[in-house]
């Protein structure tokens, strides 16, 4: 992708997030270019999951309809989700306890821990506790996977109900990591009621609570609420704070996740 058409993204990104559409015919105005040019951009970031395409321009994706499942999600923003979560990972520490909801975000995360000692990990996520298993046999994992109990969500591949609850009350963790299906300045929220009632818990149990999501999930607001933002003590996530957020976050630690190239060149 050429600079001028990365710039176009950004802008295109930008607006999406500040007013949830866009105008084709004016974004060809303001960057001076075709509307074919616009409608490539367009139907790009559409197949890469952060708008749908509307009659005379486009709208940021929400799932209207409830999440997809599991499986269906995994390729959507891989690139901004191992971003985030490579981050993430990096708040973890040697003897920590901490919990782990679903979700695909979470299960980058899990791959991306390596090199620590004494960890014990608390996890709902059936792919998230696999991932673990197989670092630990590859020699990159050090320390305990504890499965929650329940039933099986089985598009979600996470486990859920009273039972799950039930076990998370008997522990207390350092931190709970956290990728709801949205976050806006009414807080987080989830598609479906049981996952909400999981991620609820485990906010309950931890002493700091870590949300991490990429960027088409600022904004969004899910049906089930989880937690107000004064619930949250960090934010990581690929994107800076919204403009219009700033006074809304600023008892939140915000980490911004960029690419691996340009943190390297900001330390030379």
């Known amino acids: 992708m050429s600079i001028l058409a990365i710039e176009r993204k950004k802008t295109i990104l930008d607006q999406l997030q500040a007013t949830g559409k866009v105008n084709a015919a004016d974004l060809a105005s303001l960057f ?19 708008l749908t395409r509307v009659h005379g321009g486009a709208v940021k ?51 991306a821990l390596r090199g620590l000692n004494k960890l014990t990990v608390l996890t709902s996520s059936l792919p998230t506790a696999n991932a673990l298993i197989e670092s630990y046999h590859q020699g990159l994992f050090h320390g305990k996977v504890i499965l929650l109990g329940g039933e099986i969500n089985m598009e979600q591949h996470s486990t859920v109900g009273t039972i799950c609850e039930k076990m ?7 931190k709970a990591f956290l990728s709801p299906g949205g976050i806006s300045l009414t807080g987080l929220t989830e598609y479906e009621l049981e996952e909400s009632a999981i991620s609820k818990k485990m906010i309950e149990v931890a002493k700091e609570v870590i949300v991490i999501v990429d960027q088409s ?45 340009r943190e390297k060149n900001s330390t030379e």
């Open 32 to 50: 001076d270019v075709s509307m074919e040019t616009i409608r490539r951009d367009l139907d790009l970031l559409e197949k890469e999951g952060f």
């Open 61 to 111: 994706s929400n799932f209207e309809f409830g999440e997809p499942p599991f499986v269906q999600r995994q390729s959507l923003q891989l690139e901004s989700k191992q971003k985030v979560a490579k981050k993430a990972a990096q708040l973890v520490k040697n003897g920590d306890t901490i919990v782990v909801g679903g979700g695909t975000t979470i299960l980058e995360m899990a791959r």
């Open 168 to 174: 998370l009350g008997l522990f207390h963790v350092n």
């Open 217 to 261: 999930k600022i904004g969004i607001e899910a049906l089930c609420k989880i937690s107000p933002l004064q619930g949250i003590d960090v934010i990581v996530c690929d994107q800076d704070v919204p403009l219009s957020w700033k006074p809304h976050v600023e008892k939140i630690e915000w980490i911004l996740a960029e690419d691996e190239s």
